[in-house]
């Protein structure tokens, strides 16, 4: 029997590459774990790069699709390459599990039964960081953000669960790179705490000219999930240490399925993991679960059901998907501490949001 | 001669569809239509920057003006709310083209204006500076999706057409693609072509023989804005999608890079560069995921090799073997 | 008060730092008249070359050499490889070329390094921040960054404006044949000096290390700014290029620390900081349109 | 010093020079003409090494230097004062002549800054000037000066008088005199037939890529007719 | 005789150089006027003021009656103004056909025509021919410019010029460059030229000056210091050290 064949469209090549990379080797290494098999399914797993162009992606999308003859794709990194795919791929009658872009479009009024989503909705990665300031019993907070869609999404999710004062509220450039007028303006300010959302390579130089600025032991910082990832901590180093971050897993979670997916990712990459990886590991492991129940992609409508009931172990614990098939789960608020060999690590502190879904459930009409 | 040839090839051209049916290949369907759409882009920017001799590397904008024209109108059309609370939208496509390239040729009329008081590297510059502008304006429109889009839920309706067929589509964007170039052919070789293409080789000459330059670079500027405008209106069509993307300064790299490889200055130069950057980008993406480093590498080959792009390179070649045959 | 002058000073290290970069640009786009987008991949090569030996042998100082060498080396090859080929060619040819250099060498970079971003260290007696003046507080490594572009900026202008290597590579600009015939080996002369202009980025690279993220794409995301930098002081002008960079620097620092409070004097808040956003966002863009429809070729044309 | 024989040129794929010959012995003046694109500049390029010849062999101070790139031939000692100036325009007049200035075959009494000066002391008052700015003629003598600075053992002039006043032009020819009294090594390409006659030692004429007529002065007034037919005297 | 071109009080300074001071010049209706003068008089900065390539500082330029000091130079084209330029200005990637067809094609105007085919422009390219036909190029006329030698250039700029059927053309060195036979030959077409346009001429070749012109302008260091008949300029003193020099055999 051909293996069943499941399409990856994902992100490879320039500075956003190692999130595709850590999403792509998660996925295979479920895939491995169970011997080249998903829910007893043979499996192959076709991965194409899709450079950042939406363009790309959908010409993937379209091959994969029409000439490969697949029914289950996944693997999207960016919304933009998102949205000019999935409309197409959900049209077509195929399934798409998203396992990191989570835009709001998509979650609200154009979302379809055929589009799961296994990471988050774009906005609660930023609403966790609010509730963690709030928790933390900060009361005035300066926020910034690049000035474009996502970053004032960043800051009005943090505001909606902050609650408290905003000393100050910056929008960066889009490209910028450095920082030293913001930090002076934070001094200047001097707030409780800071929260600022830079994605990628922008973040690791915020983070080095705060600590620089020497404003690291100063004011402390909360931060949403993809300003510290393991690869951002590694690049920023010590500088890193003292920050909350807020996370939807973190390496420590006791459960089996972690304590699983950690050990094997260690032995087989020997790399740092990000929780782009565990979001790839829990695509494949989800897909598995449906794929146990139906033993394939024969019968779409009981595949669609069956990924719906999201029967499987979820190495960050609590997972559902909620009526727009974006997840229910769990918020945590980690602290990065300096780790044996003295680099930062994240260690998860408490539990923030209980069973959280998103803002855009009710728009969504299915 | 001439004309045989490129009638054979549009009668090539309008018979894939069936090949890549037999073939059960539809992908390359998807593939020639982008390839046909960035043909006409990268034909547009040809104009002015092969003939014209004004290197714009701020094309891009016009492109996504295009796209965002047709993305703009059908949310409006969608949620019943005129724009601007007087504009209907619509998802024609017999309105949406027009207006698309009306739109693309007022702001390429306007960044024209500003842009063409100055020249050579200069002008690259300014141009991408405006097109920059624009591309951060429109990350910040959060009605239209920012950074993340228009999702066009529909291909614009043509009537008696069902446009969500592929090939239909497909054959859509040939007949306008070749309209276009039939258009651009005449344009290059017509009056205001040859004057144009004097102003490239020297102004201060045109300007002795009674040229004003400036109006002349601004209209071929905004005829080429148009012709942008025009393929950033398909490819919104065909992708049901716009974004900030398609006018951000890489894509209008991509588009000089179309242009370059095919042959500057060659009616349909940047259209083989559109086909083989497209092709290249897609089949070596799928054979490795180290794909790029082919793609430098064969870059580098043919402009090291072949001075003068593809179009050199095939003339160069028909030329050795005809003098081989005789 | 305090502020001002802090952010002015952050206006002219961003300003530096820009010059820094774009030093070398302007000695091989600008002088000899190739426009060589691969300038970022050289900038990249340095900082991981660098970083790379600096993480092994646990020292800053050391990484420095071997930043330097590495993107002279790399500069050179490339020069001896590709870039020789195209002096006598279109401009567009050359970006056709080293656009596609910048594809081999990120990929090079990804095999190489892997996609992460990599950690770089700060040299110990410049971390954290000292008191210049009381109440400023202030990063030694931005002196550092201050001091190393105010001497590249003198020896620049130096060698070229004051020695017969500088006139050979200008009078090749325009005229290589020429050059040539009167008995100078031209072609060794830029190959030294697209060495050197690479050296220079290596040396950008490396210094901005510490300071922002060395990853597989950071040339790309810096060269804008450069060209900026480079047309806003005029084609070919290392003056020019100096003066921009501070000009930008200051004048992007300042927009982006001061002018959303200025406006929300005069208009309401949420829409003075809509405006103030949103023109110092543009802010690069805007000045260099500025200076361009005042001055069409720069503020310091060469031949003027 | 210099000798050519049977070369030939072309530019791509037009054939220009068929069979030119031309010999230069040390402390000669020897005067190259034609009518209007016979190939007197393209003679001058190969023998720069600005055109690889496609045949023929071009000997300088006993060596063969067809094939020889453009900086070698000069270093050998061949100076150029091209057609048409070819200043270098963003330089200032004064680095215009110092850039490549050389006294590579260490003359005794070189040429330096102050003796162009002295020659052309129009180009000292615009010493700061950038030479693109520069009118016509004082291009000229810049091109003149620029090509004197490197010593040449053999001094090229291609149509340098061209725009030049009467009275420079005089002065050139006396410079050009006096040169010769000293010794150097002179090709001159000019349209003043009258004074090259008196000038030259002896006469080359290319009609259409071939060299048609050698000899004197003297010659060419007694065979005035052919002459007359090649240029127009 | 009116005056095609009168020139009053023209100044233009380079930063501390004067190079027009204070110039007032007049050419007739069919008149050939010479401006001679040394290196660097201000010849060139002159004739560039008089088409608009660069702006005067002070002084005015009056073409057929109409004031264009501050006129852009197509305009001035659009008056009857022509010119040749002393360092050659072609369309090098054209042919010597394209190149004449080109002046010709501007001067019949409809050059906004976006769907017509130049090629079918019969007009336009019976005129070239025969322009092309009547100079010393007509060998050369599919020949790209960039392939022509010094000389035919100069002789290309002048057929261009003649092209535009210009009512004043102003000549910066035509004879530069020529042969002695192309000389001869250019002379011959500058005087039947003169039937149809006024020239203003500036040229370093005397035998040319001396056999064209109706008057001659003697420029030095900016400033006119002589005007008038052929003979009288010979034989003036301050012209004679000026610029001709002493009478002597080398010349
Ligand atoms: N770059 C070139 N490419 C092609 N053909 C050329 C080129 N330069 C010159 N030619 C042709 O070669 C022939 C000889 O030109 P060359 O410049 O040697 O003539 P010349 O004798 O110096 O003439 P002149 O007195 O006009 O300077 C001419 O017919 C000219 O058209
Ligand atoms: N842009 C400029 N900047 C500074 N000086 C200039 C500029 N243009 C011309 N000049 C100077 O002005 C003077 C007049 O120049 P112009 O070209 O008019 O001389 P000309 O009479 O045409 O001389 P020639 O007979 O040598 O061509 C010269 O000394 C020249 O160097
Ligand atoms: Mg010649
Ligand atoms: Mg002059």
């Given at each position: 029997?051909?293996?069943?064949?499941?399409?990856?469209?994902?992100?490879?090549?320039?500075?956003?590459?190692?999130?595709?990379?850590?999403?792509?080797?998660?996925?295979?290494?479920?895939?491995?774990?169970?011997?080249?098999?998903?829910?007893?399914?043979?499996?192959?797993?076709?991965?194409?790069?899709?450079?950042?162009?939406?363009?790309?992606?959908?010409?993937?999308?379209?091959?994969?699709?029409?000439?490969?003859?697949?029914?289950?794709?996944?693997?999207?990194?960016?919304?933009?390459?998102?949205?000019?795919?999935?409309?197409?791929?959900?049209?077509?009658?195929?399934?798409?599990?998203?396992?990191?872009?989570?835009?709001?479009?998509?979650?609200?009024?154009?979302?379809?039964?055929?589009?799961?989503?296994?990471?988050?909705?774009?906005?609660?990665?930023?609403?966790?960081?609010?509730?963690?300031?709030?928790?933390?019993?900060?009361?005035?907070?300066?926020?910034?953000?690049?000035?474009?869609?996502?970053?004032?999404?960043?800051?009005?999710?943090?505001?909606?669960?902050?609650?408290?004062?905003?000393?100050?509220?910056?929008?960066?450039?889009?490209?910028?790179?450095?920082?030293?007028?913001?930090?002076?303006?934070?001094?200047?300010?001097?707030?409780?705490?800071?929260?600022?959302?830079?994605?990628?390579?922008?973040?690791?130089?915020?983070?080095?000219?705060?600590?620089?600025?020497?404003?690291?032991?100063?004011?402390?910082?909360?931060?949403?999930?993809?300003?510290?990832?393991?690869?951002?901590?590694?690049?920023?180093?010590?500088?890193?240490?003292?920050?909350?971050?807020?996370?939807?897993?973190?390496?420590?979670?006791?459960?089996?399925?972690?304590?699983?997916?950690?050990?094997?990712?260690?032995?087989?990459?020997?790399?740092?993991?990000?929780?782009?990886?565990?979001?790839?590991?829990?695509?494949?492991?989800?897909?598995?679960?449906?794929?146990?129940?139906?033993?394939?992609?024969?019968?779409?409508?009981?595949?669609?059901?069956?990924?719906?009931?999201?029967?499987?172990?979820?190495?960050?614990?609590?997972?559902?998907?909620?009526?727009?098939?974006?997840?229910?789960?769990?918020?945590?608020?980690?602290?990065?501490?300096?780790?044996?060999?003295?680099?930062?690590?994240?260690?998860?502190?408490?539990?923030?949001?209980?069973?959280?879904?998103?803002?855009?459930?009710?728009?969504?009409?299915? | 001669?001439?004309?045989?040839?490129?009638?054979?090839?549009?009668?090539?051209?309008?018979?894939?569809?069936?090949?890549?049916?037999?073939?059960?290949?539809?992908?390359?369907?998807?593939?020639?239509?982008?390839?046909?759409?960035?043909?006409?882009?990268?034909?547009?920017?040809?104009?002015?920057?092969?003939?014209?001799?004004?290197?714009?590397?701020?094309?891009?904008?016009?492109?996504?003006?295009?796209?965002?024209?047709?993305?703009?109108?059908?949310?409006?059309?969608?949620?019943?709310?005129?724009?601007f609370g007087v504009i209907p939208g619509t998802d024609q496509m017999l309105v949406t083209l027009p207006?698309?390239?009306?739109?693309?040729?007022?702001?390429?009329?306007?960044?024209?204006?500003?842009?063409?008081?100055?020249?050579?590297?200069?002008?690259?510059?300014?141009?991408?500076?405006?097109?920059?502008?624009?591309?951060?304006?429109?990350?910040?429109?959060?009605?239209?999706?920012?950074?993340?889009?228009?999702?066009?839920?529909?291909?614009?309706?043509?009537?008696?057409?069902?446009?969500?067929?592929?090939?239909?589509?497909?054959?859509?964007?040939?007949?306008?693609?070749?309209?276009?170039?039939?258009?651009?052919?005449?344009?290059?070789?017509?009056?205001?072509?040859?004057?144009?293409?004097?102003?490239?080789?020297?102004?201060?000459?045109?300007?002795?023989?009674?040229?004003?330059?400036?109006?002349?670079?601004?209209?071929?500027?905004?005829?080429?804005?148009?012709?942008?405008?025009?393929?950033?209106?398909?490819?919104?069509?065909?992708?049901?999608?716009?974004?900030?993307?398609?006018?951000?300064?890489?894509?209008?790299?991509?588009?000089?890079?179309?242009?370059?490889?095919?042959?500057?200055?060659?009616?349909?130069?940047?259209?083989?560069?559109?086909?083989?950057?497209?092709?290249?980008?897609?089949?070596?993406?799928?054979?490795?995921?180290?794909?790029?480093?082919?793609?430098?590498?064969?870059?580098?080959?043919?402009?090291?090799?072949?001075?003068?792009?593809?179009?050199?390179?095939?003339?160069?070649?028909?030329?050795?073997?005809?003098?081989?045959?005789? | 008060?305090?502020?001002?002058?802090?952010?002015?000073?952050?206006?002219?290290?961003?300003?530096?730092?820009?010059?820094?970069?774009?030093?070398?640009?302007?000695?091989?786009?600008?002088?000899?008249?190739?426009?060589?987008?691969?300038?970022?991949?050289?900038?990249?090569?340095?900082?991981?070359?660098?970083?790379?030996?600096?993480?092994?042998?646990?020292?800053?100082?050391?990484?420095?050499?071997?930043?330097?060498?590495?993107?002279?080396?790399?500069?050179?090859?490339?020069?001896?490889?590709?870039?020789?080929?195209?002096?006598?060619?279109?401009?567009?040819?050359?970006?056709?070329?080293?656009?596609?250099?910048?594809?081999?060498?990120?990929?090079?970079?990804?095999?190489?390094?892997?996609?992460?971003?990599?950690?770089?260290?700060?040299?110990?007696?410049?971390?954290?921040?000292?008191?210049?003046?009381?109440?400023?507080?202030?990063?030694?490594?931005?002196?550092?960054?201050?001091?190393?572009?105010?001497?590249?900026?003198?020896?620049?202008?130096?060698?070229?404006?004051?020695?017969?290597?500088?006139?050979?590579?200008?009078?090749?600009?325009?005229?290589?044949?020429?050059?040539?015939?009167?008995?100078?080996?031209?072609?060794?002369?830029?190959?030294?000096?697209?060495?050197?202009?690479?050296?220079?980025?290596?040396?950008?690279?490396?210094?901005?290390?510490?300071?922002?993220?060395?990853?597989?794409?950071?040339?790309?995301?810096?060269?804008?700014?450069?060209?900026?930098?480079?047309?806003?002081?005029?084609?070919?002008?290392?003056?020019?290029?100096?003066?921009?960079?501070?000009?930008?620097?200051?004048?992007?620092?300042?927009?982006?620390?001061?002018?959303?409070?200025?406006?929300?004097?005069?208009?309401?808040?949420?829409?003075?900081?809509?405006?103030?956003?949103?023109?110092?966002?543009?802010?690069?863009?805007?000045?260099?349109?500025?200076?361009?429809?005042?001055?069409?070729?720069?503020?310091?044309?060469?031949?003027? | 010093?210099?000798?050519?024989?049977?070369?030939?040129?072309?530019?791509?794929?037009?054939?220009?020079?068929?069979?030119?010959?031309?010999?230069?012995?040390?402390?000669?003046?020897?005067?190259?003409?034609?009518?209007?694109?016979?190939?007197?500049?393209?003679?001058?390029?190969?023998?720069?090494?600005?055109?690889?010849?496609?045949?023929?062999?071009?000997?300088?101070?006993?060596?063969?230097?067809?094939?020889?790139?453009?900086?070698?031939?000069?270093?050998?000692?061949?100076?150029?004062?091209?057609?048409?100036?070819?200043?270098?325009?963003?330089?200032?007049?004064?680095?215009?002549?110092?850039?490549?200035?050389?006294?590579?075959?260490?003359?005794?009494?070189?040429?330096?800054?102050?003796?162009?000066?002295?020659?052309?002391?129009?180009?000292?008052?615009?010493?700061?000037?950038?030479?693109?700015?520069?009118?016509?003629?004082?291009?000229?003598?810049?091109?003149?000066?620029?090509?004197?600075?490197?010593?040449?053992?053999?001094?090229?002039?291609?149509?340098?008088?061209?725009?030049?006043?009467?009275?420079?032009?005089?002065?050139?020819?006396?410079?050009?005199?006096?040169?010769?009294?000293?010794?150097?090594?002179?090709?001159?390409?000019?349209?003043?037939?009258?004074?090259?006659?008196?000038?030259?030692?002896?006469?080359?004429?290319?009609?259409?890529?071939?060299?048609?007529?050698?000899?004197?002065?003297?010659?060419?007034?007694?065979?005035?007719?052919?002459?007359?037919?090649?240029?127009?005297? | 005789?009116?005056?095609?071109?009168?020139?009053?009080?023209?100044?233009?300074?380079?930063?501390?150089?004067?190079?027009?001071?204070?110039?007032?010049?007049?050419?007739?209706?069919?008149?050939?006027?010479?401006?001679?003068?040394?290196?660097?008089?201000?010849?060139?900065?002159?004739?560039?003021?008089?088409?608009?390539?660069?702006?005067?500082?002070?002084?005015?330029?009056?073409?057929?009656?109409?004031?264009?000091?501050?006129?852009?130079?197509?305009?001035?084209?659009?008056?009857?103004?022509?010119?040749?330029?002393?360092?050659?200005?072609?369309?090098?990637?054209?042919?010597?056909?394209?190149?004449?067809?080109?002046?010709?094609?501007?001067?019949?105007?409809?050059?906004?025509?976006i769907f017509d085919a130049v090629r079918d422009r019969r007009a336009v390219w019976q005129e070239a021919?025969?322009?092309?036909?009547?100079?010393?190029?007509?060998?050369?006329?599919?020949?790209?410019?960039?392939?022509?030698?010094?000389?035919?250039?100069?002789?290309?700029?002048?057929?261009?010029?003649?092209?535009?059927?210009p009512r004043l053309l102003l000549l910066d060195e035509p004879m530069a460059g020529l042969g002695h036979?192309?000389?001869?030959?250019?002379?011959?077409?500058?005087?039947?030229?003169?039937?149809?346009?006024?020239?203003?001429?500036?040229?370093?070749?005397?035998?040319?000056?001396?056999?064209?012109?109706?008057?001659?302008?003697?420029?030095?260091?900016?400033?006119?210091?002589?005007?008038?008949?052929?003979?009288?300029?010979?034989?003036?003193?301050?012209?004679?050290?000026?610029?001709?020099?002493?009478?002597?055999?080398?010349?």
């Open positions: 029997q051909d293996p069943l064949k499941i399409g990856m469209i994902t992100t490879l090549s320039g500075p956003a590459g190692y999130l595709g990379q850590d999403i792509r080797d998660g996925m295979l290494l479920a895939i491995e774990m169970e011997g080249g098999k998903l829910g007893g399914v043979p499996v192959e797993l076709v991965v194409e790069d899709d450079g950042l162009k939406p363009g790309n992606g959908r010409q993937i999308a379209e091959k994969f699709m029409n000439d490969d003859g697949m029914k289950l794709l996944t693997g999207i990194v960016f919304s933009n390459v998102a949205g000019a795919t999935v409309p197409d791929i959900v049209d077509n009658g195929a399934i798409y599990i998203s396992p990191n872009a989570g835009p709001s479009n998509l979650a609200g009024s154009e979302c379809h039964p055929n589009y799961f989503v296994v990471s988050w909705q774009n906005d609660a990665l930023h609403e966790a960081a609010g509730a963690a300031a709030k928790q933390l019993g900060f009361k005035n907070a300066f926020v910034l953000a690049p000035n474009y869609q996502a970053g004032k999404d960043a800051i009005t999710g943090f505001k909606r669960t902050f609650g408290g004062e905003i000393a100050g509220e910056i929008y960066t450039q889009l490209d910028q790179t450095d920082f030293a007028s913001e930090m002076a303006q934070i001094r200047a300010a001097n707030p409780e705490v800071v929260f600022q959302f830079h994605p990628g390579g922008l973040g690791i130089a915020f983070l080095k000219q705060y600590a620089q600025a020497g404003l690291i032991g100063q004011i402390p910082m909360v931060l949403s999930e993809p300003s510290t990832d393991a690869v951002v901590l590694g690049a920023v180093g010590e500088a890193a240490i003292g920050i909350h971050a807020t996370a939807h897993w973190n390496r420590d979670f006791d459960n089996a399925a972690n304590a699983e997916f950690v050990k094997a990712w260690d032995e087989k990459y020997g790399r740092p993991i990000t929780y782009y990886g565990s979001q790839g590991y829990d695509t494949a492991r989800l897909i598995a679960s449906a794929l146990a129940k139906t033993g394939g992609l024969d019968d779409i409508d009981a595949f669609r059901e069956a990924v719906r009931a999201a029967d499987f172990e979820s190495v960050r614990g609590d997972f559902k998907f909620g009526p727009n098939q974006h997840p229910v789960h769990d918020w945590y608020l980690l602290d990065i501490v300096a780790g044996p060999d003295g680099k930062p690590m994240a260690v998860t502190k408490e539990k923030l949001l209980d069973d959280y879904g998103d803002a855009y459930a009710d728009q969504c009409k299915m | 001669m001439r004309v045989l040839g490129f009638a054979v090839l549009v009668a090539a051209l309008a018979a894939l569809p069936f090949v890549t049916d037999a073939l059960g290949q539809a992908a390359w369907l998807a593939l020639a239509t982008r390839i046909l759409i960035y043909g006409i882009a990268a034909a547009s920017l040809n104009f002015i920057l092969g003939y014209g001799g004004m290197v714009s590397f701020g094309h891009a904008a016009f492109f996504g003006i295009g796209g965002y024209v047709v993305g703009i109108l059908f949310t409006h059309h969608a949620s019943g709310e005129p724009l207006v698309a390239i009306l739109v693309a040729g007022l702001f390429a009329a306007a960044i024209g204006a500003l842009s063409l008081r100055t020249g050579g590297v200069q002008f690259i510059m300014i141009t991408l500076a405006f097109a920059q502008m624009l591309f951060f304006l429109f990350v910040s429109l959060k009605a239209y999706g920012g950074e993340d889009g228009i999702i066009i839920r529909r291909t614009n309706a043509l009537p008696g057409l069902n446009m969500r067929d592929k090939a239909t589509l497909y054959w859509v964007v040939l007949t306008i693609a070749v309209l276009f170039f039939l258009g651009l052919r005449r344009l290059i070789n017509s009056s205001f072509g040859a004057v144009i293409s004097g102003i490239r080789q020297n102004e201060r000459r045109m300007a002795a023989l009674g040229i004003p330059a400036y109006r002349y670079k601004l209209a071929a500027f905004v005829l080429s804005g148009m012709g942008a405008g025009l393929a950033g209106a398909l490819m919104a069509n065909f992708l049901r999608f716009a974004s900030p993307d398609m006018m951000h300064w890489t894509k209008s790299g991509e588009l000089m890079i179309m242009v370059i490889l095919g042959g500057v200055g060659t009616l349909f130069g940047p259209f083989l560069g559109a086909g083989v950057f497209l092709m290249l980008e897609t089949f070596l993406a799928s054979w490795s995921e180290h794909w790029p480093l082919a793609l430098g590498l064969i870059l580098l080959v043919v402009v090291l090799g072949t001075r003068g792009g593809i179009e050199a390179l095939i003339r160069r070649l028909s030329a050795l073997g005809r003098g081989g045959g005789q | 008060m305090i502020l001002v002058l802090e952010q002015i000073l952050n206006g002219l290290q961003y300003g530096v730092m820009l010059f820094l970069l774009a030093a070398g640009l302007t000695l091989i786009f600008g002088i000899m008249g190739v426009i060589n987008l691969a300038h970022g991949s050289l900038y990249m090569v340095g900082a991981y070359a660098g970083t790379w030996v600096a993480a092994e042998t646990g020292s800053f100082w050391l990484g420095l050499p071997a930043a330097l060498a590495a993107a002279a080396v790399t500069g050179l090859a490339i020069e001896a490889a590709v870039v020789r080929r195209l002096y006598a060619r279109d401009h567009l040819d050359q970006v056709l070329a080293t656009f596609a250099l910048i594809l081999t060498f990120n990929q090079l970079i990804v095999i190489g390094f892997g996609r992460q971003p990599v950690f770089t260290m700060l040299p110990e007696a410049f971390a954290g921040s000292i008191e210049l003046i009381p109440g400023l507080h202030y990063p030694p490594y931005r002196l550092l960054i201050i001091a190393a572009g105010l001497l590249v900026a003198v020896g620049l202008y130096f060698l070229i404006n004051r020695t017969r290597i500088g006139m050979l590579v200008r009078a090749g600009s325009t005229n290589r044949e020429m050059v040539r015939a009167l008995g100078v080996d031209i072609r060794l002369l830029y190959t030294v000096v697209f060495g050197l202009g690479a050296l220079l980025a290596g040396l950008a690279g490396y210094m901005a290390g510490p300071i922002l993220a060395v990853q597989v794409g950071m040339g790309e995301q810096i060269l804008l700014a450069t060209f900026v930098v480079v047309v806003i002081g005029g084609v070919g002008s290392i003056r020019g290029a100096f003066v921009a960079g501070i000009v930008l620097g200051i004048v992007d620092t300042c927009l982006r620390a001061f002018l959303p409070g200025l406006l929300r004097q005069v208009m309401a808040g949420p829409e003075a900081d809509a405006l103030g956003i949103g023109i110092s966002s543009m802010g690069i863009y805007l000045l260099m349109a500025l200076v361009l429809l005042i001055r069409p070729k720069g503020l310091f044309a060469a031949g003027s | 010093m210099l000798s050519v024989a049977n070369l030939q040129a072309a530019y791509g794929e037009s054939r220009v020079l068929f069979d030119v010959h031309l010999e230069i012995a040390d402390g000669e003046v020897v005067t190259l003409m034609g009518r209007n694109g016979m190939g007197k500049t393209t003679t001058v390029r190969c023998i720069m090494g600005l055109l690889a010849p496609q045949g023929g062999s071009i000997r300088f101070e006993g060596r063969d230097v067809a094939g020889l790139t453009p900086e070698r031939i000069a270093r050998l000692g061949a100076g150029l004062v091209p057609e048409g100036r070819q200043v270098f325009p963003t330089l200032r007049v004064r680095e215009n002549l110092v850039a490549t200035a050389a006294n590579r075959l260490g003359r005794a009494d070189p040429w330096t800054l102050e003796r162009v000066y002295g020659l052309f002391p129009r180009l000292k008052e615009r010493a700061g000037q950038m030479a693109g700015t520069l009118s016509g003629g004082e291009q000229q003598m810049l091109a003149i000066g620029r090509a004197l600075m490197t010593n040449p053992r053999l001094l090229i002039l291609d149509e340098a008088t061209e725009g030049l006043a009467p009275v420079i032009r005089r002065e050139i020819w006396h410079c050009i005199e006096h040169l010769k009294a000293a010794g150097q090594s002179i090709l001159l390409i000019d349209k003043n037939l009258a004074v090259l006659k008196r000038l030259a030692d002896r006469h080359y004429i290319v009609e259409k890529g071939r060299t048609v007529w050698t000899g004197s002065g003297a010659d060419m007034d007694r065979d005035a007719e052919r002459v007359h037919g090649y240029v127009g005297l | 005789m009116s005056a095609i071109l009168a020139i009053e009080d023209l100044v233009k300074c380079f930063g501390g150089l004067v190079a027009t001071d204070r110039v007032s010049l007049e050419v007739r209706e069919g008149e050939i006027h010479a401006l001679i003068g040394p290196n660097g008089a201000g010849k060139s900065t002159l004739i560039n003021q008089l088409c608009g390539e660069l702006a005067p500082d002070s002084g005015t330029i009056r073409l057929a009656g109409r004031d264009v000091t501050r006129v852009p130079t197509p305009a001035r084209v659009a008056l009857g103004l022509g010119r040749t330029f002393q360092i050659t200005s072609l369309l090098d990637d054209m042919s010597v056909r394209e190149n004449v067809g080109m002046a010709v094609q501007v001067r019949l105007g409809h050059n906004f025509r021919d025969r322009l092309i036909a009547d100079s010393a190029l007509a060998p050369r006329a599919g020949v790209r410019v960039a392939d022509l030698s010094h000389g035919e250039k100069k002789q290309l700029e002048l057929v261009v010029a003649l092209a535009m059927k036979v192309e000389s001869l030959a250019m002379i011959e077409m500058l005087r039947r030229t003169r039937e149809s346009a006024a020239m203003l001429l500036v040229e370093h070749d005397m035998d040319a000056v001396f056999a064209l012109a109706d008057r001659i302008s003697v420029l030095v260091y900016g400033k006119i210091i002589a005007t008038g008949t052929v003979d009288e300029i010979r034989d003036d003193p301050a012209v004679r050290e000026a610029y001709l020099g002493a009478e002597d055999e080398l010349c």
